[in-house]
T-cell receptor, first 113, second 108 residues
């Protein structure tokens, strides 16, 4: 079974630029999560999708972050414009349902200069 | 105060040593997860517990619901066990709440 795929693996941008991350969950997983993990901290949930609907985006900085999962499969997370404090690893995870085990992708490491 | 606290934050050990990582939480939970994160970011789920004890190879996880405490034990530690170990609890809103992790280094 293929795991959760993410791209790119690394990205370096300057502040005020835009960046987008892509996630392809495990086939059949209805629930998809985007997490932000700042160095030395645990992951923080940014947004949770159930199929193509948003379940929880309470911690998503909506003035600069957006995410979509239009067909209920792949998802993209965008930051526009980026700030220095957005430097982090962005993790995508998926699960069959919201209370099932989450499977994590390798993450995208973002550095904002 | 964080809802999920782990100790120690950093741990070094010699190969073969028995290792214990602790997790305490302050919220009601339906399940507790132990996760392993290797350098490069990838996270692997090790255990999901709601009561008692689970064992997988050299890894053992226990949970005491009354005391709101869980431990992860590694027997006969090996350098490949070096990673960050994260405790996460599923609270009443079904959202995962993560600890800040314990960085383990096992030296040959």
């Amino acid at each position: 079974e293929a795991g959760v795929a993410q791209s790119p693996r690394y990205k370096i941008i300057e502040k005020r630029q835009s960046v987008a991350f892509w996630c392809n969950p495990i086939s059949g997983h209805a629930t998809l999560y985007w997490y932000q993990q700042i160095l030395g901290q645990g992951p923080k949930l940014l947004i949770q999708f159930q199929n193509n609907g948003v379940v929880d985006d309470s911690q998503l900085p909506k003035d600069r972050f957006s995410a979509e999962r239009l067909k209920g499969v792949d998802s993209t997370l965008k930051i526009q414009p980026a700030k220095l404090e957005d430097s982090a690893v962005y993790l995508c995870a998926s699960s069959y349902g919201s209370v099932e085990t989450q499977y994590f992708g390798p993450g995208t490491r973002l550095l904002v200069l | 105060k964080n809802e999920v606290e782990q100790s120690p934050q950093n741990l070094t050990a010699q190969e073969g040593e028995f290792i214990t990582i602790n997790c305490s939480y302050s919220v009601g939970i339906s399940a507790l997860h132990w996760l392993q994160q290797h350098p490069g970011g990838g996270i692997v789920s090790l255990f999901m517990l709601s009561s008692g004890k689970k064992k997988h190879g050299r890894l053992i996880a226990t949970i005491n619901i009354q005391e709101k405490h869980s431990s992860l034990h590694i027997t006969a530690s090996h350098p490949r066990d070096s990673a960050v170990y994260i405790c996460a609890v599923r609270g009443n809103t079904d959202k995962l709440i993560f600890g800040t992790g314990t960085r383990l280094q096992v030296f040959p």
